[in-house]
């Protein structure tokens, strides 16, 4: 990943295909996979990471994410525009980013490796189902992966995603618990 390749792998969710947000090379990669630009989710390896990235969290937002990570819950933040945390437009809407320290340890050690974040998206090309990250799909995909870490699957469904405005939170996308 640090020499702009893509891995295929497993989170606490959906298997993603992740790319070094650092690296713009990787970046076009991960475009050309998914077809399309962006914005792709930011997979954090702690709360940490997460802090140098937004520009203000209240504490009330600082206590829900405390308690909501490592998890599966997906946050919309303002992001902080300096040269140490410049990422590329397509990790980018209107100014925020999509972020989430997931529950998955290889997932925060793999982001970890490579400063603390990845850039990814669901396993899968447009209009297709999701993927498993496992041996099979490196021998289909080879031609797009450098790797795949196979791991645990996940819960099989997209994350809840979350976004603070106006002094409270905001539900962009229900858990799928809430759809039951």
């Known amino acids: 990943m640090r020499h702009g390749?893509?891995?295929a792998h497993?989170?606490?969710?959906?298997a993603g295909v992740a790319a070094s947000p650092f690296s713009p090379q990787a970046m076009?990669?991960?475009a050309r996979f998914k077809q399309r630009t962006g914005p792709f989710l930011l997979l954090a390896d702690s709360l940490r990471s997460v802090w140098r990235l937004a520009i203000y969290i209240p504490a009330p937002l600082r206590r829900e994410m405390q308690h909501a990570?490592?998890?599966t819950t997906t946050f919309v933040l303002p992001a902080r525009r300096t040269k140490e945390?410049?990422?590329p437009a397509s990790l980018?809407?209107?100014r925020c980013i999509a972020i989430r320290v997931d529950a998955d340890a290889e997932c925060r050690f793999l982001a970890a490796q490579i400063g603390g974040l990845i850039a990814s998206s669901s396993l899968n090309r447009r209009g297709q189902t999701v993927q498993i990250a496992n041996r099979r799909l490196r021998m289909r995909m080879h031609r797009h992966f450098n790797a795949v870490i196979a791991g645990k699957n996940g819960t099989g469904h997209a994350s809840q995603i979350l976004?603070?405005?106006?002094?409270r939170l905001h539900v962009l996308r229900p858990s799928h618990m809430d759809n039951k």
Not at 10 to 14: E, H, I, P
């Open 92 to 94: 980018h809407a209107k």
């Open 85 to 87: 945390t410049a990422l």
């Open 163 to 167: 976004q603070w405005h106006g002094n």
């Open 5 to 7: 390749g893509l891995i």
């Open 28 to 30: 076009q990669c991960m």
């Open 69 to 71: 990570w490592p998890g």
């Open 10 to 14: 497993s989170t606490s969710t959906l």
